[in-house]
């Protein structure tokens, strides 16, 4: 029998190619927002997606149970616009691109479209990392099989009565990202994973934005709990930061082992149950599962399962090839291009970027420990002493992303206008 290391070597690690093209993959996901303070309206959102497709160059490729669109494909780029989790979020997922301003030039489009329509109607789409109107919307999710099992599998906490879970296992139906994925090559990707699991903290001050409205957390950055405190993080090496940098890729095959197995398809049925570790899963006997429909059934573990296999975790091996970068809040529209910049321009310049963590004192100063780094810096109060530390880091930083966007020689510096401003406000404060 294959392992599950194997397997999910087989998966992440085999694409990978030994000397990659550079690429950048942009997703961006925004709240439909009502403008008058009430629930978003479903039915807009669906005829939007119906309006994109009647009146422009976009083609449907899937459908929901009612037979609207929920994602599209526009016929040119490539690119793909879709509901994401509940029809109250709008996704863009661009094509792979070789410059950021490509990206920027066909969102611009794309907004200047949908903005219009939506605005006629007192909507828009926003820049939050969290739909403001949250607690009075249509929450349940789009209706379509992934969706309603995914929904339906996070659920499960709300009868386990454990304080680890938060109150808000729907929270897939609010919550908006940004995340990028750049190509890494079979000698990068580690360092890769290594490098940017260690700047998780500075990405919290210079890029938080999903203040989780209605609640009383102190969290200018709350995206991590809904994660990690979910039935996705049931095994905390399935989501959020990594605890230790990794020395081999054994030793990182091996942590990916830990991760969780919750889902198996069996003909045209998905189906979910409670979590299993990826290690244990092909040993284990037989499984409980449940589908969306309410049939409980037990399934025989499978090695054809761990293709639709995923963690959480915030740099992710992806099976294209790429690491994605999955931490960051969907920003403000002045500010839409500076994640995928900043991750971009330090991708670039490596190896400064390694020297930088090597030389940095704030690892020292808190023991090494990542996540409780990512935890303090994602708070709405931090103390004048905290930002102290992490200020030198997070200024090197950006220096470094800027100086490799610069030998890009591409002018996508100027993406990271927004972050400098963020940390100049930061010092000001100081002062």
Known sequence: MTTAKELLKQRYYEPIKEQPELFVGIELEYPVVNLSGNATDV????????????????????YDSDNNPIQLIDKDSGDMILFEVSYNTIEFAF????????????????LGIIQPYLQNDNHEL??????????????????????EMLMDFLGLSKAKNNPFFHDYPEYGSFICGSQVQLDVSKTSYLRVLNAFNQ???????LLANSDFWGSDWDLALSRDVFWENSMHGVFKENAGVFPKVFKSEDDYFSY????????????????????????????????????IHGEVVTIEPSEEDFKTHR?????????????????????????????????????????????????????????????????????????????????????????????????????????????????????????
């Open 126 to 147: 926003q820049g939050w990392g969290v739909n403001p109107n949250w607690a009075k919307n249509d929450n349940r999710p789009v209706k379509s099989p992934r969706y």
């Open 311 to 431: 963690s959480y975790q915030f740099q992710d091996l992806t099976t294209r090839g790429t690491v994605e970068f999955r931490s960051v809040c969907t920003q403000p529209f002045s500010a839409t291009f500076a994640p995928a910049a900043f991750h971009l321009g330090l991708l670039v310049n490596l190896e400064t970027l390694e020297s930088i963590l090597k030389d940095t004192s704030l690892f020292e100063v808190f023991d090494y420990d990542y996540l409780r780094i990512r935890c303090l810096f994602s708070k709405k109060e931090i103390s004048k002493d905290d930002f102290k530390l992490i200020l030198p880091l997070t200024e090197a930083l950006l220096t470094c992303a800027e100086d490799g966007l610069k030998n890009r020689g591409f002018g996508e510096e100027v993406y990271l206008a927004p972050l400098q401003e963020r940390l100049a406000a930061l010092k000001n404060r100081l002062d």
């Open 199 to 205: 700047i998780e903290g500075p990405k919290a001050v």
């Open 43 to 62: 039915s807009l959102t669906k005829r939007l997606l119906a309006y994109l497709l009647d009146n422009f160059d976009f083609q449907a490729d899937k």
């Open 95 to 110: 094509a792979k691109a070789e410059r950021i301003s490509e990206v920027e030039e066909r969102l611009d489009t794309y």
């Open 256 to 291: 990916l082992s830990e991760t969780a197995i919750f889902t198996a398809k069996r003909g045209d049925e998905t189906y979910y149950f409670e979590p299993i570790r990826a290690k244990d899963y092909l040993s284990t006997p037989s499984v409980k599962a449940r589908s």
